[in-house]
């Protein structure tokens, strides 16, 4: 699994990863912009500089916070062959009923999503965010 982004809201899906028992050899970083990071982060997990690197991974999911920049790493990865991931914490809460969650999404800790909801694909639901019906 690449994250993308190496930086803030990065390591809060790293958490949802990590809540969601995903092993830590594969998952990695991806961050061409930083200049004041190294080459790991917590000393294991590989930060990658360049889309067109050799990745072992195929599926990503977006560490970054800022709406138009998750949509422009959204199509710039989907377009060079990656799959998004949808990435939902264990403690989050999901309606049952008509709820549909696009490709790429993340749901964060605590976030609630009632019933009759649509999640628009690469969308970002942070921490502890309530969404109710017909949304």
Do not use: W
């Not at 195929?58 to 989907?78: D, S, V």
């Amino acid at each position: 699994m690449i994250i993308i982004g190496a930086k803030g809201f990065a390591k809060e899906v790293l958490e949802v990863l990590h809540q969601l028992h995903v092993d830590a050899a594969d998952i990695c970083f991806f961050d061409d912009i930083s200049t004041d990071i190294g080459d790991t982060l917590y000393g294991q997990y590989a930060i990658i500089r360049n889309v067109d690197s050799e990745m072992d991974q195929t599926t990503f999911t977006l560490g970054i916070g800022g709406t138009l920049l998750r949509e422009k790493m959204f199509n710039k990865f989907t377009a060079a062959g990656f799959k998004p991931h949808t990435l939902i914490s264990p403690h989050a809460r999901i309606g049952h009923f008509n709820t549909i969650i696009g490709d790429g999404a993340t749901i964060m800790t605590g976030a609630v999503l009632t019933n009759d909801i649509l999640i628009g694909k690469g969308t970002l639901i942070n921490l502890n965010a309530t969404i109710g019906h017909d949304s």
